[in-house]
């Protein structure tokens, strides 16, 4: 039980590590295209984001913050997962958890958790590269910090909306569709037809965005809304990213391993971790 506990707790941080498809790419035409890309080269970043979800009439909200290696693929990140969670769960452990990706490898410290994990241990360290092609999440291996930003490359139709002061710089406001399917070429070809049929179940064809460039030609905010259909009973989700601080040095390193349990083996049908 416990074992089935852990398993289903690790999945959501490896969806959102392999939630982008591929590689970076040309830099494109389009304008929303064009400033993930130049986001990407400046290497380091802090972010911040809210999301709220909305599940068989039922509202749930989370958030955090962090900051992206780009260069090393590495990323900090603290989540608050709020009313996600049930209150029986969190009481004496708080909301909050933190994820740290180096070397492709996952660490994940869930203070909630930390009465049921083995020896005591607060980190859960989840081998990416062994979890490729396990439980659905085969594109998990390629796991890059910057995925969100390569799927603004997938932009389309987009149309300048005018300029609005966000923090008191102004900034480009444009409206676009990112079109996942669009990119499916970047995602590895063992893992192509479960990405595309993830996609068709899902409902999800194309995903309206609002971007906000800065005058550097930077995405400095990005809000979307996605409707996930039939597949998740209609279920849908808001989220708005902030990036910002770029350029600055960011160290990201594991976590002590006397302080980390392997939980790779917990995912069914992960490879064995060397």
């Given at each position: ?134 439980a659905g999440l085969g594109s998990v291996g390629q ?11 997938a932009s389309k139709n987009t149309q300048k909306v ?67 259909g039939q597949a998740l009973q209609g279920a849908t ?38």
């Open positions: 039980m416990r074992r089935s506990l852990l398993a289903v707790l690790c999945l959501p941080v490896l969806a959102f590590l392999a939630a982008g498809c591929g590689s970076g790419g040309a830099l494109a035409l389009d304008p929303v295209a064009s400033a993930a890309t130049k986001t990407q080269q400046t290497g380091t970043y802090a972010f911040d984001f809210t999301a709220s979800l909305h599940v068989l009439g039922k509202p749930l909200a989370f958030g955090g913050s962090g900051k992206v290696d780009g260069p090393n693929g590495a990323l900090d990140m603290t989540m608050d997962f709020g009313s996600l969670l049930p209150a029986s769960l969190t009481q004496g452990g708080g909301t909050t958890a933190e994820v740290r990706l180096v070397d492709k490898v996952a660490y994940v410290n869930l203070p909630f958790l930390a009465s049921k994990l083995p020896s005591g241990k607060p980190w859960l360290k989840l081998d990416l590269s062994a979890l490729a092609g396990s796991a890059d910090p910057q995925q969100y930003l390569q799927q603004l490359l005018g300029t609005d002061t966000i923090g008191g710089e102004q900034m480009t406001h444009y409206r676009t569709t990112i079109d996942p399917a669009s990119r499916l070429g970047d995602v590895p070809a063992n893992v192509r037809a479960q990405v595309r049929k993830a996609l068709q179940q899902l409902g999800t064809k194309g995903i309206p965005a609002d971007v906000w460039v800065d005058s550097n030609g930077l995405l400095r905010r990005e809000s979307v809304s996605v409707a996930f989700m808001s989220m708005t990213m902030n990036l910002h601080d770029f350029g600055t040095t960011v160290s990201v390193s594991a976590p002590p391993a006397d302080e980390v349990f392997d939980a790779t083996s917990l995912v069914p049908s992960a490879k064995p971790s060397s």
